[in-house]
């Protein structure tokens, strides 16, 4: 319980001196927070079309479909504010050879290189997300229970987790080759297909967004939980998905970390 609370005031500590940071560029905070808000807009736009076309898409109705774009855009938040960021900035750090600074501090690695810098103005996509989850609700016309509710906490937890294990592998990567710009923009493209319910995608698609990028973990199972939809046992399945993604990152990022000579080694 010390172990957490500590880590969890390290984790303020972070959110405040990257606040500090952003409000001595208000300029550069204001048009942030404003290009957020246009992409969060504009994530909803190609489904507004199809559904001007159609009345369901894979079984899925327009105010359904709504709420795989909320999950969608409140995760997206999270990457972009939190978890981008701090690996582009950990992979900088290997570059230039100042990696070293962020390992002698007293505090477990793998927190420190994900927390190193952080947008705050990303917070906008998440309560983007949360407003087109309260829309899509209202205009389904009915409220989830407060189990429903839990679950779908519960999974986008779950999402968050597996979100940061792909990226923790990615900076893995970056100790044996450096440049892993290129995977990191294939992680975020690969992410947009996110914005579809998982019953869209078919054959090797299907299993491949289920397993091995589970984007239908991250974005159509919280839906799913929020409408009621979601049996316990694909629900448990997402958690030990999201705990063997948890345990390969971290003895992936570990057998990175032992084979890195620092930058005077």
């Excluded at 952080?118 to 407060?146: C, E, F, K, M, N």
């Excluded at 990615?170 to 710009?181: E, N």
């Excluded at 030990?240 to 390969?248: D, I, K, R, S």
Aim: aromatic share 10%; hydrophobic share 55%; glycine share 8%.
């Amino acid at each position: 319980m010390g172990s957490a609370r500590r880590y969890l005031t390290l984790l303020g500590v972070q959110l405040r001196a990257s606040a500090a940071q952003a409000a001595q560029y208000r300029v550069d905070f204001m048009l942030g927070a404003a290009l957020s808000v246009f992409w969060s807009a504009a994530a909803i736009t190609p489904l507004l079309v199809l559904y001007s076309r159609r009345t369901t898409l894979g079984g899925w109705t327009r105010a359904e479909a709504l709420i795989v774009v909320a999950f969608f855009t409140g995760l997206k938040g999270a990457i972009q504010g939190a978890i981008e960021p701090s690996v582009t900035n950990t992979v900088e750090h290997l570059r230039k050879g100042t990696l070293d600074f962020l390992l002698l501090k007293p505090a477990d690695a793998e927190f420190l290189v994900s927390t190193t810098r952080l947008q705050p103005w990303r917070a906008t996509d998440i309560g983007g997300g949360l407003a087109l989850l309260a829309y899509a609700l209202h205009d389904l016309g009915r409220w989830p229970s407060v189990g429903a509710m839990a679950a779908a906490f519960a999974l986008v937890l779950a999402a968050l987790a597996i979100l940061h294990s792909l990226w923790i592998m990615v900076v893995s990567l970056a100790f044996i080759t450096v440049k892993v710009d290129n995977l990191t923009f294939l992680l975020g493209s690969v992410y947009d297909a996110a914005r579809w319910p998982a019953s869209v995608w078919r054959g090797a698609l299907s299993w491949v967004f289920t397993l091995v990028i589970p984007l239908a973990v991250m974005t159509t199972y919280p839906a799913l939980a929020v409408l009621g939809r979601l049996d316990v046992a694909h629900g448990l399945g997402a958690v030990g998905l999201a705990l063997a993604f948890v345990t390969m990152a971290r003895w992936t990022w570990k057998r990175s970390l032992s084979r890195y000579t620092s930058a005077g080694g």
